[in-house]
């Protein structure tokens, strides 16, 4: 019987310390956003203007 308490015991202190760091978490801004990453691979990139001229560089090497 003192084997069942102390599993509920040792249970309870271990939702505890994960209902502390779901608090944590949430207090620290790790919930605030989480529309943005799962659309973040649907949208199109600017290409940086140094990639654009590097490429074209490239091509124009590539073909003399």
């Known amino acids: 019987m003192s084997v069942i308490v102390l599993l509920i015991l040792v249970s309870l ?3 505890l310390i994960f209902l502390g760091g779901f608090i944590w ?3 620290s801004g790790q919930y605030e956003d989480t529309c943005t990453p799962a659309l973040r691979i649907l949208m199109e990139e600017r290409p ?3 990639q654009v001229t590097d ?5 124009k090497q590539n073909r003399t």
């Not at 490429?55 to 091509?59: C, D, E, F, P, V």
């Open 13 to 15: 202190a271990v939702a």
């Open 25 to 27: 978490a949430v207090k």
């Open 48 to 50: 940086n203007p140094d």
């Open 55 to 59: 490429r074209a560089k490239n091509k």
